[in-house]
């Protein structure tokens, strides 16, 4: 039975519905039944209060039994195109063809041979995955299979429908597992202090204390996979897929170049195997994505052909004759194309440009920023678009100087603050990377971002419903609280150490732990004993042993850099056996054992800074390290060369019992004099050379009784 609300539809509405209805198939022809159809199509098409009205008196089940019960074709067709138009930009509708499981019958059309109805089926299917999530069969076995034969269908519109189909469902599994398993990496370094202090037996190398360079291991490589995408991929390939679609790009009509572009650029979306079959190709597929990029007039195809060249560079598989810095400037120039184009401009941009300095700086010197400030200062600009704008922004200013003085110049920090107000957690969190990008500057955090109190409602986001705002506020807050931060006080006045010691026992998300393990890190740089007392208030030893024991070596390199902080300068305070109940100095050879060359790092960084502590010196000479030392000084990385002699000096260092003798008699013995002989004379690196200058002197400063 029909709702009742049919009294906000007129007679001729209600007059179709009832001819269409089950229970009146009996009183009405198939002419009758498909002008009554063909009546509701062009009555809904374009007009969202015509289709609010019609799904209110239950349309929606009304067209799916059709579509599963009836076998006039005629009929068929009219009932599928309802059915997609009811789905077209108004949720209500695809809520309700999804409910209602209005998606399988319209697969099952797609075997007519009708064509005319798989045409009008298809396109209903189109719509449904590009306005809403797509249908789940489509990552079923067979409707992978299905839709793969399509692409031989002897109608172009079907092969469109089915590319578009299969991108879309890579962009669904995209976007799905964005939040779980792509992450930006979140290593923030402002820049290179080192402060080693050989007379306090200290070392506080803190190469990765301040907050923006990158890390070879902040994220193990399973957390930059998305493993649903790639299995999908690599699915569509193995049974024909790619190569489907790579047979019809070269056809004349643009809308299959473009949905061709389409699929491609999804297939080959973090990708390296499907990028690299794509490059070597026969078929010289990549000169017709470039040919298609530099000659067709469409700004749509040239937006997707560059999404395809972005992903052959990201994997390494674009020929090195392919310059990149030519296609910025068009890419710039799309972002005064229409709407579609537009909005998805800036992301293309970001992507092209991440992680290349020299792009960063081509793209805005060719005004990149702004182009894009505009957008940000449109009331009229889409959501999309400001999303992507403050996302491209945020890549520019990643790594300049001069990108974070034209955003200041260009006068949008305020529209950036608003952001992480705004309802869309996409937008928060892409203003959120922002800021995270404007805070590298330790000019703008002590004005521009001082100025517009950014603490505020950054600590605010900490507790937002979005996982991706969460990671990215989490993120951001490592920059604010370093020591040069004019907000840190501000920060901890707010109760942020409470809330970081909470959010690294956070079991839910990886991400946010090694932010907040970040933060405190910063926190602790060159810190008060009084703050550091307040940390291990909250943090506890315990806890700091069972970070450093981490089985994510992220999360181990990173509880390391706090107990090396925290051990900086400390005379016996803050760094004893009984506070860390006989654990430390085993825990320590135990990190010293990885094969990780960051974990070894900061192993050793910790060394040099609790072997002032004559206790844990004591135990030290007493335990496996001293054994090891000496193999670290052949290291490939000159950094581990770097503090393993150091680790040598503190732990030589002269002490108030005048025992030192005694440590460098050992060290002696197995070997350290002559190794450092031979670093002085056969070491490559300056800064290793006048560090084992240093142990020399100590060796032979050293009277034995």
Not at 76 to 93: M, N, T
Not at 168 to 180: K, P, Q
Request: neutral net charge; contains cysteine.
């Amino acid at each position: 039975m029909l709702n009742t609300p049919l009294y906000s539809l007129d007679e001729n509405c209600k007059q179709s519905l009832n001819i269409l209805s089950p229970e009146n198939r009996c009183l009405y022809n198939d002419e009758n039944r498909i002008q009554s159809a063909k009546f509701i199509k062009n009555t809904i098409i374009g007009n969202k209060l015509k289709k609010r009205l019609f799904i209110e008196a239950g349309a929606i089940p009304l067209f799916v039994d059709i579509l599963n019960k009836e076998k006039n074709e005629d009929l068929l067709i009219q009932a599928s195109s309802v059915i997609g138009s009811f789905g077209c930009r108004i949720d209500e509708g695809s809520e309700k063809i999804f409910e209602y499981n209005g998606v399988t019958p319209l697969i099952n059309l797609l075997s007519s041979n009708n064509l005319k109805l798989v045409e009008s089926a298809a396109r209903s299917l189109k719509i449904l995955s590009l306005f809403h999530q797509p249908p789940t069969s489509i990552y079923e076995e067979s409707g992978i299979k299905l839709l793969i034969s399509l692409f031989n269908h002897p109608l172009d519109s079907v092969k469109e429908v089915a590319a578009t189909i299969i991108a879309r469902g890579c962009e669904s599994l995209y976007s799905n597992n964005y939040n779980n398993n792509n992450y930006y990496n979140n290593n923030n370094n402002n820049n290179n202090n080192n402060n080693n202090n050989n007379n306090n037996n200290n070392n506080n190398n803190n190469n990765n204390n301040n907050n923006n360079k990158n890390s070879n291991s902040t994220n193990s490589s399973n957390n930059n996979i998305n493993h649903s995408l790639l299995q999908y991929q690599n699915f569509v390939h193995i049974n024909g897929g790619l190569n489907a679609v790579m047979s019809i790009l070269a056809s004349p009509r643009s809308k299959i170049q473009e949905a061709c572009l389409y699929v491609i650029s999804w297939l080959t979306r973090d990708n390296v195997q499907l990028s690299t079959f794509i490059v070597n190709d026969e078929r010289r597929i990549l000169d017709i994505i470039i040919y298609l990029f530099k000659k067709n007039k469409s700004p749509k195809i040239k937006l997707l052909a560059t999404n395809c060249l972005c992903n052959f560079n990201q994997s390494k598989t674009l020929p090195i004759t392919c310059s990149l810095k030519n296609i910025l400037p068009i890419i710039i120039r799309l972002m005064s194309e229409e709407e579609s184009v537009k909005e998805e401009a800036p992301m293309v941009l970001a992507r092209l440009v991440a992680d290349n300095e020299d792009l960063q700086r081509i793209a805005s010197e060719a005004e990149a920023i702004s182009r894009l400030s505009i957008f940000l200062k449109d009331s009229n600009s889409s959501e999309r678009l400001k999303e992507n704008s403050l996302s491209a922004i945020a890549v520019l200013c990643s790594s300049r100087e001069d990108s974070r003085k034209q955003v200041v110049d260009a006068k949008i920090i305020p529209q950036i603050i608003s952001s992480l107000n705004s309802s869309n957690y996409a937008i928060r969190a892409a203003a959120c990377n922002c800021t995270k990008s404007l805070s590298r500057s330790i000019k703008q955090l002590r004005t521009s971002l001082f100025d517009c109190t950014i603490a505020t409602p950054l600590l605010r986001l900490l507790d937002d419903q979005s996982l991706e705002v969460r990671v990215s506020a989490s993120a951001t807050l490592c920059n604010l609280v370093l020591d040069f931060s004019p907000m840190k006080q501000a920060i901890m006045d707010n109760g942020i150490i409470v809330k970081l010691v909470l959010l690294t026992q956070d079991s839910n998300d990886f991400k946010i732990r090694l932010n907040c393990i970040w933060a405190l890190k910063n926190l602790l740089y060159m810190a008060e004993p009084s703050l550091k007392e307040q940390v291990m208030k909250e943090l506890g030893y315990q806890r700091l042993i069972e970070l450093i024991k981490d089985t994510d070596p992220s999360i181990s390199e990173q509880a390391l850099a706090v107990l090396r902080n925290l051990a900086f300068k400390d005379n016996d305070h803050l760094i004893s056996e009984l506070h860390f109940q006989d654990q430390l100095v085993p825990t320590i050879e135990n990190r010293l054992a990885s094969n990780i060359p960051e974990i070894i790092k900061q192993t050793l960084f910790v060394i040099c800074n609790i072997a002032g502590n004559e206790k844990i010196r004591a135990s030290v000479m007493n335990s496996s390290i001293v054994n090891r030392l000496i193999h670290f000084m052949e290291h490939k990385h000159c950094e581990i060369r770097i503090a393993s002699v150091w680790c040598v000096c503190n732990i030589i260092g002269p002490d108030e019992n005048s025992t030192s003798a005694s440590r460098v008699l050992k060290f002696k013995e197995l070997g350290y004099q002559k190794k450092l002989e031979m670093l002085a004379d056969h070491d490559s690196n300056i800064e290793v050379k006048d560090r084992v200058k240093t142990a020399l002197t100590l060796f032979k400063k050293c009277v034995f009784l």
